[in-house]
């Protein structure tokens, strides 16, 4: 594996063009992520299930407003496509052949690379949320994608996080409806090394962390003293009718023990949220994690929604001819969320590196691109590689970023 490593390090190294240095990282881009079956442009997607089997990355399903943003009125569409990228000494290239598709448009789930494939799990479209989990897989040989089902989770889930540690699948947190949904403490764990031994290869319910249920955290894996662990982050807590709880707590759970224990907040100090950010461990006792919500124009663009939800309720109760003042307000709502909308800042430039030996944090670099949230940070190679995503509420990117620990 480590030299498959350097060879997939090699061939994409030509395939990118170096851009900048910042901090302890190294940027660069790869080729942006191509137009979906019938699409003359690929404005990106978010909620993409990733990751890499063999020499190759996965990029599948997600979520984009292909024709108008939301707030003029644009819908929101799921894709079933799955693109993959493959070193090539002149360049990385994108295979997306119409025939490579997963089982229907979905995304927002959670997904790890495995030596057999990536596991994707959950997700949900614009209808329902889904507990399938199945495996994609990579034939160099015929040059095709192989899907195998996987158990399925033990409800439907989406927008939760998730980690391999060891062969151990772990998901946390997420939703299992979209209509009327709350956050769940759901912590439950697949061992992949069980795959066709019968009755053991099954999903385990374990207790979840000590702190509040959460939709869109964080997750990775890393070492530690007493061994590997599962490491979450942050979050959103959404109450129907009331301002959403927006997190900085951290976690890590023991395999071995069984238990959790709390960390020390995200960033340090009174702490930061990464909701919808991504994570990945780099060496043998650090996390770095990727962009991120920090929450501050969210807070704003709910805040009108909740009023704009109250002047509807009392509009409702009123006359119709006495409505208008009313419609005034929420107009000028309206008015001001796409003011918010077109003038957001992007989301979280600073990488944030968490010690697991020493539970320390740390500021190790930043972005030089617009941040990405609702993607994964995927090891390949010698470095990690974030795959498209959002980089505004209802904006994504087709571009494919990769990030270089830079060995001083």
């Known amino acids: 594996m480590r030299r498959l490593g350097a060879v997939v390090a090699l061939l994409l190294g030509s395939a990118a063009h170096a851009t900048a240095q910042v901090g302890g990282i190294a940027w660069d881009e790869l080729p942006p992520l191509p137009p979906s079956a019938g699409q003359a442009r690929q404005p990106g997607v978010a909620g993409p299930f990733a990751g890499t089997h063999g020499e190759v990355l996965l990029v599948a399903g997600g979520a984009n407003f292909p024709d108008r943003m939301p707030w003029d009125g644009g819908a929101k569409v799921w894709w079933d496509d799955i693109w993959v990228l493959e070193p090539h000494a002149g360049g990385g290239r994108w295979i997306s052949n119409p025939a490579f598709k997963l089982p229907r448009p979905l ?13 994707c799990a959950g997700g949900h479209d614009a209808d329902r949320v889904y507990a399938d989990v199945f495996l994609l897989s990579w034939d160099a040989r015929t040059r095709e994608i192989r899907r195998t089902a996987l158990p399925p989770l033990p409800e439907p889930l989406t927008f939760m996080a998730g980690a391999l540690v060891g062969t151990t699948l772990y998901v946390a947190g997420g939703q299992h409806v979209m209509k009327g949904a709350v956050p769940t403490r759901v912590f439950w764990a697949l061992d992949l090394a069980q795959r066709g031994r019968g009755a053991g290869f099954a999903w385990r319910v374990l207790p979840g962390w000590p702190g509040p249920p959460r939709v869109l955290a964080v997750a990775a894996a890393q070492r530690t003293a007493r061994g590997d662990e599962f490491f979450l982050f942050s979050g959103r807590v959404p109450e129907a009718g009331k301002a959403t709880q927006v997190l900085a707590d951290a976690y890590a759970f023991d395999p071995k023990a069984g238990t959790w224990r709390t960390l020390p907040a995200v960033g340090g100090g ?15 006792q650090e996390v770095w994690l990727f962009g991120g919500d920090r929450g501050e124009q969210f807070a704003e663009l709910e805040a009108h ?3 704009i939800e109250e002047l509807r309720r009392r509009q409702s109760a009123m006359p119709p001819a006495e409505r208008g003042s009313l419609e005034r307000e929420i107009e000028s709502r309206l008015a001001a969320k796409r003011t918010i909308y077109g003038a957001h800042p992007g989301f979280a430039r600073d990488v944030l590196a968490f010690d697991t030996r020493r539970e320390t944090w740390r500021i190790v670099g930043r972005t030089p691109y617009a941040p990405q949230v609702t993607t994964f940070a995927v090891p390949w190679g010698d470095a990690i590689v974030l795959p498209s995503g959002e980089i505004s509420p209802g904006v994504r990117t087709p571009g494919v970023f990769r990030a270089r620990p830079v060995v001083r």
């Open 305 to 307: 929604d909740l009023a």
């Open 270 to 284: 009174a702490g930061a949220s990464v909701m919808a950010g991504s994570a990945a461990a780099v060496g043998t």
């Open 107 to 119: 995304g927002y789930g959670v997904s790890v690379s495995t030596a057999d494939g990536v596991v």
